[in-house]
């Protein structure tokens, strides 16, 4: 089920997923790479409050699609899990 919501999640605001293979019993995904990391590494003092502004539009753009196209809830939403590039810091 994760892996054909993966492959239907097709939005700006979602990470793009290219595909998963197995070794053993372990599940690999292969997704976008986000250069800037993860939002929790990210020190906050240093990124004006517009761009929170847009972080925090895309994000529940993202959360929103998933909800209204895909009827799915992201259940991990956090800082450590959100992934930015670098053309948003």
């Known amino acids: 089920m994760e ?8 939005a700006p605001e979602v990470i793009e ?9 372990c599940v690999y995904y292969c997704i976008e790479y986000m ?4 939002l929790d590494a990210l020190n906050f003092n ?3 409050e517009h761009e929170l ?3 925090t539009k895309a994000t529940v753009k993202g959360l929103k699609f998933l ?3 895909l009827q ?7 800082w450590g899990v959100s ?3 670098g053309l948003v810091c």
């Open 3 to 10: 892996l054909d919501i993966l492959h239907r999640a097709i």
């Open 17 to 25: 997923f290219y595909g998963a293979f197995m070794v053993e019993s």
């Open 35 to 38: 250069d800037a990391g993860s």
């Open 46 to 48: 240093g990124i004006p």
């Open 53 to 55: 502004a847009r972080i």
């Open 67 to 69: 909800k209204d196209e």
């Open 72 to 78: 799915v809830m992201h259940r991990g939403e956090s």
């Open 83 to 85: 992934k930015v590039d």
